[in-house]
């Protein structure tokens, strides 16, 4: 059985019938246009679009984002998809997705159903510089705390199985932020993940509504939580150890003194406010705690050896807590905090 073709659209331009016409010619294959709360202008492209066969427009009464669209769509599919569907290839209706790579990605996730298949662009030529410095960083960062390696995260051409779609349809994010979520989740399922190249598109006739400023915090909105949250247990780790240590502490002494402060309220609020956990608290608290002892012992290894080799102990403590930051964040969230509240934006 074939995958149904997901396209979300806000505000499209011609591109997006051109599209869903040249895909409609494939008779059998389904497709699903959500239109997200376009203007009346926009009114003739949908027509256009609903007349094709095989086709079905959704339609939000006001703009709510990719992230909704999409879910939109994966709960039509869920609730009316023929059950040996194998799930679903998401598309952007801005001209940057050509037919063919829509097809490949459909065709490998009909071979491989249980992998998240994505398209990666391989920007050449003359790419956007938003566009090629936006994927350098998140892959930079998306590596960093999930632990694989990802060409194009930010693509939205995706093959997505079937059991996949009802927790994403619960996911958190409404907006692009979306798919770094989908991509963290699948990390968590430990999903197979599939990249095949195609080509970059830029400058077509359609249009990208991504905000760079915008979106680009909403996709790292966590990990500013996180950073921000960190600074302040920073704070009140390095006052307590500072204190504890002129009161006549050992370097441990006064570094268990320190975490034990800071770590009730790090555990306390990156629970409730920066990963938005769900997961029974006892069950995190003792895998926090353990993350905690272990990050301790190396922490006190790189500070007695900083101390050792000269250094002060408190310019010690602030390079070596610098230095385990990003792994604190990626063992958070992939093992402390995985099990995410849903339903919530």
């Known amino acids: 059985m074939k995958a149904v073709i997901v396209i979300p659209a806000f505000e499209p331009t011609p591109a997006l019938a051109d599209l869903v016409a040249d895909l409609s010619r494939d008779g059998d294959r389904q497709i699903v246009v959500v239109d997200d709360g376009s203007s009346a202008a926009c009114r003739p492209i949908f027509d256009r679009v609903a007349a094709l066969p095989h086709v079905v427009v959704l339609a939000h009464a006001v703009n709510r984002g990719k992230g909704h669209a999409l879910k939109t769509a994966f709960n039509y599919f869920l609730l009316n998809a023929p059950p040996d569907s194998p799930g679903v290839v998401t598309a952007d209706a801005d001209g940057q997705h050509l037919p063919v790579d829509v097809r490949r990605v459909a065709e490998r996730l009909e071979r491989s159903p249980a992998a998240l298949v994505l398209g990666g662009r391989t920007f050449d030529g003359a790419v956007p510089f938003r566009s090629r410095f936006g994927n350098t960083m998140t892959r930079g960062v998306v590596r960093l705390l999930l632990g694989r390696p990802i060409f194009d995260t930010q693509t939205g051409l995706r093959g997505i199985p079937r059991s996949f779609l009802p927790e994403l349809v619960q996911a958190e994010g409404g907006h692009y932020e979306f798919e770094l979520e989908m991509l963290v989740r699948a990390t968590h399922r430990r999903m197979a993940i599939e990249e095949i190249p195609i080509q970059t598109v830029y400058g077509g006739a359609g249009q990208s509504h991504f905000n760079p400023l915008r979106d680009s915090l909403r996709i790292y909105f966590v990990f500013l939580r996180f950073l921000g949250l960190s600074i302040a247990t920073a704070g009140i780790d390095y006052t307590v150890f500072a204190i504890a240590f002129m009161a006549g502490h050992s370097i441990l002494g006064a570094m268990a003194t320190a975490r034990l402060v800071a770590g009730t309220f790090n555990f306390t609020c990156n629970r409730i406010t920066v990963f938005k956990s769900r997961g029974p608290i006892v069950s995190e608290a003792?895998?926090?705690?353990?993350?905690?002892?272990?990050?301790?012992?190396?922490?006190?290894?790189?500070?007695?050896?900083?101390?050792?080799?000269?250094?002060?102990?408190?310019?010690?403590?602030?390079?070596?807590?610098?230095?385990?930051?990003?792994?604190?964040?990626?063992?958070?969230?992939?093992?402390?905090?995985?099990?995410?509240?849903?339903?919530?934006d």
């Open 286 to 344: 003792l895998k926090y705690a353990l993350l905690v002892v272990a990050l301790m012992t190396v922490s006190f290894s790189l500070v007695t050896s900083l101390v050792y080799l000269g250094v002060n102990v408190y310019l010690s403590k602030v390079l070596a807590e610098g230095g385990l930051f990003i792994v604190s964040f990626a063992l958070q969230n992939m093992l402390v905090f995985a099990d995410r509240r849903r339903g919530s």
